[in-house]
């Protein structure tokens, strides 16, 4: 049975750091990604890394301030936050692809986590 499990999700002061981490079981992915949504608005992409290459992906909103990684031995990825900011708050979900997804930004992804809180204040 696959699972993602997310962790790392809390409160910090802006201009701190988080770190998250999604676990995967079940399977290898050759994509992974985050994804997250505010309140009041839709989910959005925030980063992917594909198994070749490997190759990652950023929105514009956090390139320079997150950096995606992955542990292929521990089928785990990471996505370290740095310079926080308020509008950054929201659920970050991970999601995973068996498929080595040519344009991993969408929302097409085989398997997604229940998501982690990330609260960044003022």
């Known amino acids: 049975q696959v699972q993602l499990v997310e962790s790392g999700g809390g409160l910090v002061q802006a201009g701190g750091s988080l770190r998250l981490s999604c676990a995967a079981s079940?399977?290898?992915?050759?994509?992974m990604g985050w994804f997250r949504q505010a309140p009041g608005k839709g989910r959005e992409f925030v980063a992917a890394?594909?198994?070749?290459?490997?190759?990652?992906y950023y929105a514009d909103s956090v390139k320079g301030r997150f950096t995606i990684s992955r542990d292929n031995a521990k089928n785990t990825v990471y996505l370290q936050m740095n310079s926080l900011k308020p509008e950054d708050t929201a659920v970050y979900y991970c999601?995973?692809?068996?498929?080595?997804?040519?344009?991993?930004?969408?929302?097409?992804?085989?398997?997604w986590g229940q998501g982690t809180q990330v609260t960044v204040s003022s």
């Open positions: 079940g399977r290898t992915f050759p994509t």
């Open positions: 890394i594909r198994w070749t290459g490997p190759s990652t």
């Open positions: 999601a995973a692809d068996w498929r080595a997804l040519p344009i991993p930004t969408g929302f097409d992804y085989n398997y």
